[in-house]
């Protein structure tokens, strides 16, 4: 399934500066927006929108075209950005025209040439599509300037939507969006992230909305991504000559996408051999499941041929098995074929790959990025329930697998897909948005084990354990699984070298790497020059040697967002430092503790022998905290922090 908004950001990354300068004739809507005083906004905003002007036309065949204008003035360097514009396109849509201008602060005008303007594909190594990109790059772009664009692009949709996204990560002064529609059709407008707003009726079927003065989506550490947060409107076209094409609930889309897919779950003889191998009959059928979605999560090769339809349609399941390569919809369609032949029923589920984008209240759109799967589970073949199993009140048991993420164990979901929603395809009759689940916190653990002793120089030097499992794991086994020994040494080093300035790594070893129904296991010595800090006759010892929990936060100002996490967790810490001969405890810092609706922390440093121990626990409970309890959060932050730069007070003995 195609990723048009990442392919399109990696193209523009790729973009220089290719344009030269020429003067000419700029239009007046131009020049009067230019003249505007310049309001004040922000010292970070990079750039405002002085306009973002959208007609839509639907013609009674169905053809859609649109006309765009969008002006910014730049306010920072930063915002120079704003003058290379792209307009995507492919076989089913041909962008009529694109024009560029610009004005600077002290009134030189510029237009844009041929020359100015360029394709790019959207391809990358791993996706080969037939979208690509209209870019023009603007002369003249300074801070001050105004940059503006118009164009104007027809295409014929598969399903008659349009969207009017008017909210962005920089201020808009005014957004305006208008519809003509033929006499005979009719349209719903359903409202994301902004009060529902009543159009103007115009007469003809047309209908406009305009907004003023829209407030950025504001920067802010593990915040829901941009498109999840943006106010924007969705139009739905209905006339009784594109039936097929419309749909007013989730029903109507799932029934369309399966009549989509009918006719691509083919069989072949080499897939049934296949099959007999990998799951013979003697096999429980649970050990059947796993061994075919093993098979599909690991042996078919990533890569996508997406041109026309082909964005939407996965490819038949026996050409995927025969050339063992395919995107996430071929995956999934191939592993329901295959399941289909061992007598278990699976459902075709399409969802976004970042959390928040849909949510229970998202009107029907097919803005799906991504496709996994719904796994029946036969009566009686589960023996205790799975982390990714949901009970369906009419299917039973489904199990949520995703056949494109092979870090991922059978049972198991992507920590971005946990918590979200989905689309069950359950055949022609339709089907529903579904709740996924998020794991518990004990399925996520981290364990670090730490061993050091203390040299009387200050110098610390010992071994450590991680032992990581649930989604914690499966990072750990994408940062360093395909890692040399060497790589994974100096990773490892400038992970903990943020607060660990003299850290050196020694012998890293790792367990079961490739073995994801297994913990991932980590091994290796560390050394710590200066760790210990001389006080006169004291030695200043940190209890907690290396790892820091709290995320990062900014108290400065207040919180707009929910403040996001991968998944629930428990990470764990156990430390036990030797003392240098002749040094016994003076002082030992207080023990923390932290209890919160979301999370709990709790820490203890006390000393055994010759032994200083310090134990933490650090439990999180949900995928999200609201806005509202960021002062809680906050509070925990701040008493993680704390207990991490405690220390511990040693005193020479006579």
Same mark, same amino acid.
């Given at each position: 399934?195609?990723?048009?908004?990442?392919?399109?950001?990696?193209?523009?990354?790729?973009?220089?500066?290719?344009?030269?300068?020429?003067?000419?004739?700029?239009?007046?809507?131009?020049?009067?927006?230019?003249?505007?005083?310049?309001?004040?906004? +922000? @010292?970070?905003? &990079?750039?405002?929108?002085?306009?973002?002007?959208? %007609?839509?036309?639907?013609?009674?065949?169905? $053809? #859609?075209?649109?006309?765009?204008?969008?002006?910014?003035?730049?306010?920072?360097?930063?915002?120079?950005?704003?003058?290379?514009?792209?307009?995507?396109?492919?076989?089913?849509?041909?962008?009529?025209?694109?024009?560029?201008?610009?004005?600077?602060?002290?009134?030189?005008?510029?237009?844009?040439?041929?020359?100015?303007?360029?394709?790019?594909?959207?391809?990358?190594?791993?996706?080969?599509?037939?979208?690509?990109?209209?870019?023009?790059?603007?002369?003249?772009?300074?801070?001050?300037?105004?940059?503006?664009?118009?164009?104007?692009?027809?295409?014929?949709?598969?399903?008659?939507?349009?969207?009017?996204?008017?909210?962005?990560?920089?201020?808009?002064?005014?957004?305006?969006?208008?519809?003509?529609?033929?006499?005979?059709?009719?349209?719903? +407008? @359903?409202?994301? &992230?902004?009060?529902?707003?009543?159009?103007?009726? %115009?007469?003809?079927?047309?209908?406009?909305? $305009? #907004?003023?003065?829209?407030?950025?989506?504001?920067?802010?550490?593990?915040?829901?991504?941009?498109?999840?947060?943006?106010?924007?409107?969705?139009?739905?076209?209905?006339?009784?000559?594109?039936?097929?094409?419309?749909?007013?609930?989730?029903?109507?889309?799932?029934?369309?996408?399966?009549?989509?897919?009918?006719?691509?779950?083919?069989?072949?003889?080499?897939?049934?051999?296949?099959?007999?191998?990998?799951?013979?009959?003697?096999?429980?059928?649970?050990?059947?499941?796993?061994?075919?979605?093993?098979?599909?999560?690991?042996?078919?090769?990533?890569?996508?041929?997406?041109?026309?339809?082909?964005?939407?349609?996965?490819?038949?399941?026996?050409?995927?098995?025969?050339?063992?390569?395919?995107?996430?919809?071929?995956?999934?369609?191939?592993?329901?074929?295959?399941?289909?032949?061992?007598?278990?029923?699976?459902?075709?589920?399409?969802?976004?790959?970042?959390?928040?984008?849909?949510?229970?209240?998202?009107?029907?759109?097919?803005?799906?990025?991504?496709?996994?799967?719904?796994?029946?589970?036969?009566?009686?073949?589960?023996?205790?329930?799975?982390?990714?199993?949901?009970?369906?009140?009419?299917?039973?048991?489904?199990?949520?697998?995703?056949?494109?993420?092979?870090?991922?164990?059978?049972?198991?979901?992507?920590?971005?897909?946990?918590?979200?929603?989905?689309?069950?395809?359950?055949?022609?009759?339709?089907?529903?948005?579904?709740?996924?689940?998020?794991?518990?916190?004990?399925?996520?653990?981290?364990?670090?084990?730490?061993?050091?002793?203390?040299?009387?120089?200050?110098?610390?030097?010992?071994?450590?354990?991680?032992?990581?499992?649930?989604?914690?794991?499966?990072?750990?086994?994408?940062?360093?699984?395909?890692?040399?020994?060497?790589?994974?040494?100096?990773?490892?080093?400038?992970?903990?070298?943020?607060?660990?300035?003299?850290?050196?790594?020694?012998?890293?070893?790792?367990?079961?790497?490739?073995?994801?129904?297994?913990?991932?296991?980590?091994?290796?010595?560390?050394?710590?020059?200066?760790?210990?800090?001389?006080?006169?006759?004291?030695?200043?010892?940190?209890?907690?040697?290396?790892?820091?929990?709290?995320?990062?936060?900014?108290?400065?100002?207040?919180?707009?967002?929910?403040?996001?996490?991968?998944?629930?967790?428990?990470?764990?810490?156990?430390?036990?430092?030797?003392?240098?001969?002749?040094?016994?405890?003076?002082?030992?810092?207080?023990?923390?503790?932290?209890?919160?609706?979301?999370?709990?922390?709790?820490?203890?440093?006390?000393?055994?022998?010759?032994?200083?121990?310090?134990?933490?626990?650090?439990?999180?409970?949900?995928?999200?905290?609201?806005?509202?309890?960021?002062?809680?959060?906050?509070?925990?932050?701040?008493?993680?922090?704390?207990?991490?730069?405690?220390?511990?007070?040693?005193?020479?003995?006579?």
């Amino acid at each position: 399934m195609q990723r048009k908004a990442t392919k399109i950001m990696l193209v523009f990354a790729m973009l220089s500066c290719l344009s030269t300068l020429a003067s000419a004739g700029v239009p007046d809507w131009m020049r009067s927006l230019a003249q505007q005083p310049a309001k004040k906004y +922000a @010292d970070d905003a &990079n750039a405002v929108v002085l306009l973002h002007d959208v %007609e839509t036309t639907v013609r009674d065949k169905g $053809e #859609i075209v649109t006309h765009e204008r969008v002006a910014y003035r730049i306010l920072r360097p930063e915002g120079k950005s704003y003058a290379r514009f792209g307009v995507p396109f492919d076989q089913e849509t041909k962008v009529n025209y694109l024009r560029g201008w610009s004005i600077t602060p002290k009134g030189q005008e510029y237009e844009a040439r041929d020359k100015d303007t360029f394709e790019v594909s959207g391809s990358t190594y791993e996706v080969f599509s037939d979208e690509k990109v209209k870019v023009i790059q603007i002369p003249g772009a300074d801070v001050g300037t105004v940059v503006g664009y118009e164009f104007e692009h027809k295409r014929r949709p598969y399903l008659f939507q349009d969207w009017w996204s008017f909210q962005r990560t920089i201020p808009v002064e005014k957004s305006r969006y208008t519809l003509h529609l033929p006499s005979s059709w009719e349209y719903r +407008a @359903d409202w994301i &992230n902004h009060p529902e707003q009543k159009p103007a009726e %115009e007469g003809n079927n047309t209908s406009s909305w $305009e #907004i003023s003065d829209i407030p950025r989506i504001e920067s802010e550490y593990r915040k829901l991504p941009d498109d999840a947060l943006e106010g924007r409107m969705i139009v739905t076209f209905y006339a009784e000559k594109v039936r097929s094409q419309t749909y007013r609930s989730w029903n109507d889309l799932a029934a369309w996408h399966a009549q989509l897919i009918s006719g691509v779950f083919g069989s072949s003889p080499a897939m049934q051999q296949k099959i007999l191998e990998l799951a013979p009959p003697s096999m429980p059928m649970l050990d059947r499941i796993k061994a075919l979605a093993s098979f599909a999560q690991r042996d078919i090769r990533y890569a996508a041929i997406e041109v026309g339809i082909g964005g939407l349609r996965p490819h038949p399941a026996d050409e995927v098995f025969a050339h063992r390569y395919g995107d996430c919809k071929d995956k999934a369609t191939l592993l329901s074929t295959m399941l289909r032949e061992i007598g278990v029923k699976s459902f075709y589920m399409p969802i976004h790959d970042e959390r928040g984008i849909y949510t229970e209240k998202t009107p029907p759109n097919l803005g799906f990025n991504h496709v996994i799967l719904a796994i029946q589970m036969p009566q009686g073949s589960v023996p205790k329930p799975l982390p990714a199993m949901i009970n369906h009140p009419k299917l039973g048991q489904l199990l949520i697998f995703d056949p494109t993420q092979e870090l991922v164990p059978f049972g198991e979901l992507p920590y971005y897909e946990q918590d979200s929603f989905a689309l069950l395809v359950t055949g022609n009759d339709g089907g529903e948005l579904v709740h996924l689940p998020a794991s518990s916190p004990e399925l996520n653990t981290y364990r670090r084990n730490t061993k050091v002793k203390l040299l009387a120089d200050g110098t610390l030097e010992g071994e450590i354990d991680e032992t990581m499992s649930g989604y914690l794991a499966m990072l750990g086994r994408a940062y360093l699984k395909h890692e040399s020994q060497n790589e994974r040494k100096k990773i490892i080093e400038h992970f903990m070298g943020t607060n660990l300035g003299n850290i050196q790594v020694q012998n890293v070893e790792m367990e079961n790497a490739d073995e994801i129904n297994k913990d991932l296991i980590l091994h290796f010595k560390i050394t710590v020059g200066h760790y210990a800090k001389n006080a006169g006759p004291l030695l200043l010892v940190r209890p907690r040697v290396v790892g820091e929990m709290a995320g990062p936060i900014d108290a400065s100002k207040p919180r707009h967002y929910p403040y996001e996490f991968d998944a629930p967790f428990l990470r764990s810490d156990s430390v036990e430092i030797s003392l240098p001969e002749g040094y016994s405890v003076d002082e030992l810092p207080n023990s923390a503790k932290g209890d919160f609706s979301f999370a709990e922390y709790k820490s203890k440093t006390e000393q055994a022998g010759n032994v200083l121990k310090y134990s933490r626990e650090y439990k999180m409970q949900t995928t999200s905290v609201p806005a509202e309890k960021f002062d809680d959060l906050r509070h925990l932050f701040s008493q993680i922090l704390a207990d991490e730069k405690s220390m511990a007070v040693l005193k020479k003995m006579n």
